[in-house]
């Protein structure tokens, strides 16, 4: 017997059976999002189901048709371009190919100077530089992990990492080591030194903290002393006579030193610090989209439920660790005294950020009133916007932005059009959910080649609402050589790094964004640390991002938000900002430098088969997570067992660079057909401790995981823009349903 529910649909009472579709004016909604946003979303937003479907409606039917003509130019221009490489082969003239973009409108006229005028932005996005964590929202441990990284310890992040070395008897493994408790705490003073520096001492000598008549005061032996910079005291935590904790400031961001003489840190420690708490990832990024497998209903429930529960404030996740159940949620914000005895409190979460998805992919979940899936980036729009007005009604626990602004990162726009097409998009939002025009921010991903050499005018067509733009350097590769697919063979992907595209690409991202007048309003952000056990190597390499003008940069983990925290604590990110509006700006001859290889014959075979087996085994170890297992983001061990964190974008380039070396055959299909083989067997070895894992090798023809990934390689190059969601997604649905 079919159970079947009631649903009221624009005041008429309909019968549906449940698990099918649910008819909402002329959209067809599968029952699990329809039965969601009537009985969990609508309720929270106090908002009828009449004006919403029918608004929803609407709007669908308002802006499909539009989105529809960006991808099909997107198409048009890539045909001219493979076209005028073909006709043009050898060297590339410059000046011809620049001339060529122009023609086409890939180029546009640059316009006047102008600055952006988005208003009510949060203090982390306007004025705090700090780590950026970006989370797969679909996975609820991991997005309240990210949600509470706003604060993390300083003690914990460095005893547990890479950063001190596990020499002279440091090591890490067993019980608590006091040798590596001795380095860290160590490591930690000298970070004091250079933050919250004393008059004339080392914080590595203080016996006591106190605070007398409003100043630290930290006796060093005999004598006291004080901070260099006495206004860097913020409050504390305790009795004024004894506090607990004592918060500082620099360069907008806090520390916290905790005192507890009776912890076991503490009473190893002459000063009795029992941890140094920081500030770390002001912001985070819930991220619906290359980090996420959702391909249906079911999964996009998944994703709008837990970004509803961090925004209402009531998420949490119960789990299994060491033996023993344990529940997460949501940190409450951080209570502190000021040095006038008045109460005053700091936000104990990140603010928070939600990545939609693009402009390209449809999603079964709802079906048009033509009989199309829905534009899956309108859908996100609706939906995680409709969410996000709970923060700005106030009708939440737990506040999110403190100005009563929704945060939307958008990715793979490419060009001013697209950018506009976004801003309109948001409005029509704004409309439906009766809020205020603007609320909508918007974060501009600047990863598709065609919206890097137009930087300024996308700027442009979103100045209004525009809070975040971030460079997102694989994807950019990506877009990179499908868009160049014709014009040679590409440089090894190690390589890619050391090209003058990229240099320049990463420089205009800042040049652009400070001639737009982002400083003060907007976040210029830096990519994705992909090695997160190799904690030490960040530390020395990704302090580059703030020294590039960047006052954000993505991090894959609440620890690594810590230590690279550090970073911003040694560079002023405002100061290095005014320093680099004098240089020359980014070359755009050099953006358009395409890195293909001088002499593709000139690469060894022991060269080319070595790219092909990296290139395959990352493609492989990724795939058959998400087809599989519905993983969108995993740490992944390449082909030497060093753990990377991987998502689509990672994907894409992989993919794409190998299609691209069949192409101009660099290697042939048979080759990369036995490599893929040859790296499966790699992979299950890699695997082979995961129960869910499904081995690929003695299952090819049948391996739904293996054949995915030689769509990706062997139909690479007529993926739109090179991407991988048409194909993941119709591999995944085949697998959920098979």
Known sequence: MVRSIVTIIYGISTLYPMGNRIQKGGLQVASELARFIDEELLPSLQLSGEIFWSGFESLIYQLSDRNQQLLHTRNQLQEKIDHWHRSHPGK?????????LREISYLIDVGDDFSITTENIDN????????????????????????????????????????????????????????????????????????????????????????????????????????????????????????????????????????????????????????????????AIQDCEDSVAAVDAADKVD?????????????????????????????????????????????GRSLLLVRNVGHLMR???????????????????????????????KLNLLSNSRCGSIYIVKPKMHGPDEVAFTSELFAAVEKLLDMAPNTIKVGIMDEERRTSVNLKECIRAAKDRVAFINTGFLDRTGDEIHTSMAAGAMVPKAEMKTTAWISSYEDNNVDVGLACGLQGRAQIGKGMWAMPDL???????????????????????????????????????????EELRSRTPASLDELLTIPVLEDPLSQSAEKIQHELDNNAQGILGYVVRWIDQGIGCSKVPDIDNIGLMEDRATLRISSQHIANWIVHEVCSESQVRQTLEKMAAVVDQQNVHDPLYQAMVGNFENSIAFQAACDLVFKGTEQPNGYTEPLLHARRIKKKTS
Not at 242 to 247: A, D, I, T
Not at 318 to 327: D, H, P, V
Not at 331 to 342: A, H, I, P, Q, V
Request: proline share 4%; net charge negative.
């Open 92 to 100: 590339i003239n410059l000046q011809e190919y620049k001339k060529f």
């Open 124 to 283: 982390e996005i306007a004025f705090q530089a700090g780590p950026q964590l970006v989370v797969p929202v679909k996975n609820a441990r991991f997005a309240l992990n990210a949600a509470n990284a706003r604060w993390g310890s300083l003690y914990d992040a460095l005893y547990g990492t890479d950063v001190i070395p596990e020499t002279d008897g440091a090591e890490r493994a067993g019980e608590y080591n006091p040798i590596r408790g001795a380095k860290v705490i160590e490591y930690a003073r000298e970070f004091l030194d250079l933050a919250c520096p004393l008059v004339d001492e080392s914080h590595k000598s203080v016996l006591a903290y106190s605070i007398v008549q409003g100043e630290l005061q930290a006796k060093c032996g005999s004598s006291s002393t004080t901070l260099q910079d006495n206004t860097q005291l913020k409050g504390y935590r305790g009795q004024a006579e004894q506090p607990s904790s004592f918060l500082f400031l620099n360069n907008n961001l806090h520390i916290e030193i905790q005192i507890d003489p009776k912890s076991q840190i503490g009473q190893t420690d002459k000063a009795g610090v029992k941890d140094i708490v920081l500030e770390a990832a002001i912001t």
């Open 303 to 347: 994703v709008y439920r837990n970004w509803l529960g961090l925004i209402r404030g009531d998420l949490k996740e119960s789990f299994l660790k060491t033996g023993s159940s344990k529940t997460r949620v949501l940190e409450k914000d951080r209570d502190f005294t000021s040095l006038n005895g008045e109460s005053f409190s700091l936000q």
């Open 363 to 393: 999603n079964p979940a709802i079906i048009d009133g033509q009989g199309k899936e829905v534009f899956e980036g309108i859908m996100d729009a609706v939906i995680t916007a409709a969410v996000g007005s709970i923060d700005v009604n």
């Open 535 to 577: 904690m030490a190597r960040m530390m020395d390499e990704k302090i580059g991002h703030p020294l590039a003008g960047a006052n954000t940069a993505w991090v894959p983990s609440p620890t690594a938000a810590v230590l690279h925290a550090l970073h911003y604590h040694h560079v002023n990110v405002q100061a290095q900002q």
